[in-house]
C-alpha cells in the first residue's frame, strides 16, 4: 500500500486505544507478527529509519536487529537499501539454524545470493510515505510498545481476530477502551463479533500505572 | 567408555552378548564411531534389512561427562531408505545414560530365527535379553509405561521402536526418552527405526544406577573449559536468548518472510497461516496452556530450546514440535492449526516415525489427490493408517518416494530417497549443495556447525560469489561430520560462529577430556575421516555422483514469489568434495 493509495484508507480509519498496565501490554506484542502500517519519511536508508525514525540506537541496531528483510528480501547493506513509499520492512532478533545463519549479514550470505536485496539507486522520492512494518520474535517485545504507545494502522480482520481471542481477564485489567472519541464497553470485542467497516483501524496502546 | 556391546541376535540358540575392548575403534564417538564401524564390518551391497545389516547405538564422545549440551546419541546402519550409510542422532537421555555405563556403542548384529520380540535391560550389573511378545504392536508411550511399570525407578532411559519399526517401514524412528521418561526424542532419519525392528528389537531399557560421571583426564581444566563454554551459550542472543524463548519454530516466520518456506509439496514459497503457526503463537499458546515454553531435552541442556504442548484442556499433548515438524506437518499440507500439527507430532512418535518424511509423504498423498491441502483431519487419519499398518499406510510408511510412486506424482522432494527439510533450495541454494552431496540424502543438519571463517577449511571463501557456497557447504558438512562425533547438539554453532573464545572453550572441553591439545585442525581432520568413510561405503554401495543431484523440477520450476531457480551446476556440485 502507497501513500496514493493508502492515505484515504488512513484517513478513513477506526481509531481505537487500550488502556493497560505494563502486564496486559505484553499480550498484544504478538499482534505485530502479522505487520501494520505507520506512516514514515521514506527515500531513506533502512539505517537511516531505524536511527532517525524509530529512534534506535546504533548500538541496539549492531546488537539486537539480526535479521533484516526489505520487500522479503534480506538487506545486508542497511547504508545504502532505501525503503521506497509501500515498502515491506521486517526485522527479527534470532535466526537459528543454518539458514538461519545463512540469512544473517555475514559469511553464509553466499548460501542466498539469489535473493538478496541489491539497492539499484533508482528512487528519487523522499518524503511522507506509508510502510509496512513487521516485527518478529525478541523485537516484538523490545520495539513493539513504543509503536504501540505512537499508534499503528492494522488490518480490521487481524485485529478483530487478535482481539476476539483474548482471555476475560485481559479486558478486566484493561481500564479504558476508546474507539473513534468514545469510550466503549470490553463486551463489544470479547463477544467475537467486532468488525469496523474501515479495513484499516489505527491502534494504540495508554499505558496506565498499575 | 572402553567397551562395545555386542549382541548378536541371530546367534544359535537365541541371542548371544559379547562385550569387548573398544580397540581399533578408540578414540571415536558418536557419528566417527557409527559410521567407523559400519563402514567396516557391514557390507555396503547388503540389504539393509538383512542379518549382515548392524544397528550402531553410539553416545558422543563427551556424552556422560558434565560437559554442558553433551546428550546427543548416534544410531547407524546401511538406510533401507537411501540404500547408503546412515546416522541419524538424537536427543534425550540415554546418551549419558549408555556412556555412564561404559559403553562407546551398542551393536545389534544378524537376525533373530524366530518372529519373538525382544527387550534388552543394562545395568552395572550386565545385560538381559528377554523374549517379550505381549509388547508387539505398542506405541511407544504405552511401551514406556509399561517398561516403567516393570523396572520402576531402574528405568533411566529407554530406546524403543514403535509399530512403524516393527513393521519395517522406512520412515520409522528410534525413540528415545528425554528427563521425563517420555518416548519424544528421536532419532528420525533414514529409517533406523526399521533396522532395529528388522533385529527383532523393541527395546533397550538404560539405568545407570551405582554408575558416576565419566571423568576427564584433565579435571580442572575441563570444569573451567565447560564453565566458559556454559557462559558463552548464555550470552548468546540465539542460544541465550532466542531459543529458551521460542524453540527452533522461529524460523516459520523468518523463512516465510524470505520466501523460502516450502508450502503445499514445495510448491510456492510462503503460507498465509504462518503466523498462526509459526514458533512465537506456539510459545504464547503453550505458556497460556499451562505447558512450557522452554525446557531442555537431556540434563545438561543449557539452551533449552523445546517445550511441552498441552491441549486446549491443559493436559499434555506433545512436547514442543519443533520447526522441522510444524511445518512438515503445517505449511507443507497446508495446515495452519497448530493443535492439529501439535496430535500428528504425537503420533509421530508414538507410531515410531519421522516427522520429516513422514509430513512429506502426507503432503505427496495430498498432491496425489488423496486429501485436500490444508485438511488437517485426513493428515490425523494418514499418520493412524500407518500406525495400523493398512495397505495405505505401508505405502505412506515407506516415505514421500514411495507414495510418489504408488500415485504416479512427479513432484517429489528428495535426495537419495529422503526427503527434503523446511528450506527450499531454490530460495537457499545454499542448503541445496548440501542436500544433493550429503552422504545421508536430503538433510538440513549435514552442513551445520563451525562456518568457514573459524575453521578456515580450505582457505578463505569470498563469500559474495555464488562459487563460495560450493566451498561453505564442504566445510560445513567436515563441521558438522566433527561435532556429530562429539555428542554435542549442534545448536553450540551459533555461539561458536560469533565467539571465538565459545569455540576455544569447546576445542578445550574436549582437550581436558583426552587429556592433549585439541584444536580446529583436530576438527578439521575427524571431520574428512568421518565424510571420506560415508563416501567410500556409499559408493561401495553403488553411488554415483549422478545420486549427487536434486530432483530436476528444482532446475526448471521457478519458485514464488522470487521466481527462482536451483542454479548451482553438476560440475559445481561435482566439487564439494575436491579436497
Known sequence: MSTAQ??????????????????KQESLFLLLQNGFFIEAFVGCTIKDFFLNQLGLSPDYVEARIQGIFLDGKPADDIDTAIIRDGAHLTVSGTMPGLVGIALRRGPLAVFRHTITHRETGDYDYKGKGIIKLKLLNLLMKEMGLELLK????????????YLGNLPADFWQECKT???????????????????????LVKFAVVPKNS | MEKILRIDMGAEGGPKVKEERIGEYSGLGGRALTTAIVSKEVPATCHPLGSENKLVIAPGMLSGTTAAMSGRISIGCKSPLTGGIKESNSGGQPAQVLARLGYAAIVLEGLPATDDLYKIFINKDGVQISADNSLKMLPNYDLVAKMKEEYGDNTKACISIGPAGEMKMCTASIACTDMELRPARHAGRGGVGAVMGAKGVKVIVLDDTGMGMRSPKDPEKFKDANKRFVEGLSSHPVTGEGLPAFGSNVLTNILNEVGGYPTYNFKQGTFAGAAKISGETQAETETARGGLATHGCHRGCVIRCSGVYH???????????EYETVWAHGGNCGIDDLDTIAMLDFLDDNYGVDTIEMGNAVAVAMDAGLAEFGDGEAAINFVHEVGKGTHLG????????S???????????????????AYDPRAVQGIGVTYATSPMGADHTAGYAVAQNVLKVGGDVDSLKPEGQIELSRNLQIATAAIDSTGMCLFIAFAILDQPETFQALLDIIGAYVGADFTADGVTDLGKKVLKMERDFNARAGFTKAHDRLPGYFKTEPFPPHNVTFGVTDEELDQVFDW
Open chain 1, 6 to 23: 493508502g492515505l484515504e484508507q488512513l484517513q478513513g480509519a477506526t481509531t481505537l486505544s487500550l488502556e493497560l498496565t505494563a502486564e
Open chain 1, 150 to 161: 505512537k499508534g499503528i494502522y492494522m488490518n480490521s480482520s487481524v485485529l478483530a481476530d
Open chain 1, 177 to 199: 477502551i476508546t474507539m473513534d472519541g468514545r469510550e466503549v464497553s470490553a463486551g463489544l470485542f470479547q463477544e467475537g463479533g467486532w468488525l469496523p467497516e474501515s479495513k
Open chain 2, 311 to 321: 491441549d486446549k484442556d491443559g493436559h499434555f499433548l506433545t512436547k514442543q514440535p
Open chain 2, 394 to 401: 505401508r505405502i505412506l510408511g515407506g516415505g514421500a518416494a
Open chain 2, 403 to 421: 507414495v510418489a510412486k504408488a500415485y504416479g506424482v512427479v513432484r517429489v522432494p528428495v535426495v537419495k530417497g529422503q526427503a527434503m527439510p
